[in-house]
């Protein structure tokens, strides 16, 4: 029988979707550097495989993967012509990074309660008093 050949090379977008085909409705995958990685919290909306049209990404990170995701997702969310802005919340702390098309999305850092969250695409300001409410978190 000899010892299979792995392929190791980066997954498709066709192999991706081939993949998630088999697996249960309720599992959720990402894509992510072309490898699979189940999504620790999937959503109760179903929202299609593919979204290109979004304004604004927020992303709460994941201690098991915040490194990742910081690497890949600004600059996959820096090709999408419609977003304006990428925040990422830290969970452990009172620290929000905005990346903004305006600014290159080079990031503002965010560490205090009475910072606020500037979202002109939206026409919003979010204090981050309003996004940490119910965390338990103080100020640093």
Known sequence: MGVPVI???PMTIEDFYAFTDTR???EKWELIDGEP???SAPTTEPMGRDCDDVIVAF???SPSTKDRDLRWKRSVYAEL???THYVVVAQDTVEVV???RAGNFAG???TSLEAELALPSLDVVLPLSEIYRDAGIGNR
């Open 24 to 26: 249960p409705d309720e």
């Open 108 to 110: 503002e850092r965010l």
């Open 59 to 61: 992303e709460v990170l």
């Open 37 to 39: 990685v189940l999504r």
């Open 98 to 100: 905005v990346f903004d």
């Open 7 to 9: 392929d190791t090379g």
């Open 81 to 83: 012509p419609p977003l």
